[in-house]
């Protein structure tokens, strides 16, 4: 089955930029979804990219797909204290039924 | 507010316990989901609906586990006899059928087993 990666902790000051990194294994991935999760809420959508797509940007957001290394990345620009939370990678398959399979999260730390 | 809603937000119980938890999607959305969600994981697929049908079932969804979606509306999750391996958030997402289907969440049932 499908193998979401991603490193557990990432810590950045605020006013810098953030960068998140996930890798995945199977090379039939849809589209490639970034969700944020604050403590003891749910999960927040905060972008996906389609995979024929390299690039996506949105407001302080910018999705990197590598396809060819399984190698998908959210930058975060501007970081903020509100920005810190766990953010999960999560994959679609083609074929793999409508279900997403989740890294691990990487937890997002912003200090003064 | 129109997104997905859950009922109850946390449930403790003790172990042997049914539980039932019940899952709002958003109006328009005719897709489904519930995952489980253990600390320091991801969530993991338990199973979806399309309207009123049950789809796909994940080998975690013991027989201990059932679903249903009876108008193509709410969802109920019940776990009968519960284990302190069911100790878990429980999320329900939704999506509208089409190319991204792009799934929402809704805060999620913190279970707790005694």
């Known amino acids: 089955g499908e193998d979401v990666e991603q490193s557990l902790f990432l810590s950045v000051r605020e006013g810098d930029s953030s960068v998140i990194n996930c890798t995945y294994t199977?090379?039939?991935?849809?589209?490639l979804y970034w969700y944020k999760q604050e403590p003891g809420a749910g999960l927040q959508l905060l972008t996906y990219?389609?995979?024929?797509?390299d690039m996506k940007q949105d407001q302080r957001l910018t999705v990197l797909l590598n396809k060819k290394d399984k190698h998908l990345s959210l930058r975060i620009a501007d970081t903020q204290t509100g920005d810190s939370a766990i953010y999960f990678c999560a994959v679609l398959l083609t074929g793999g039924g409508n279900k997403l399979t989740f890294g691990t999260g990487t937890q997002l730390k912003v200090e003064l | 507010d129109t997104g997905v809603s859950q009922d109850p937000r946390h449930k403790i119980t003790k172990r042997g316990q049914n539980v039932t938890f019940r899952c709002d999607p958003i109006s328009e959305h005719n897709r489904l989901y519930w995952y489980r969600q253990t600390l320091g994981q991801g969530p993991e697929f338990l199973t979806y609906f399309q309207n009123e049908a049950q789809l796909e079932k994940s080998r975690l969804l013991s027989d201990r586990f059932s679903a249903e979606r009876p108008k193509g509306s709410f969802s109920t999750l019940e776990i009968q006899r519960t284990e302190q391996g069911d100790s878990a958030m429980y999320l329900c997402?939704?999506?509208?059928?089409?190319?991204?289907?792009?799934?929402?969440f809704g805060p999620g049932t913190r279970l707790t087993v005694l």
């Open positions: 199977d090379s039939s991935s849809t589209y």
């Open positions: 997402a939704s999506s509208f059928d089409s190319s991204t289907d792009t799934q929402y």
């Open positions: 990219i389609f995979s024929n797509m």
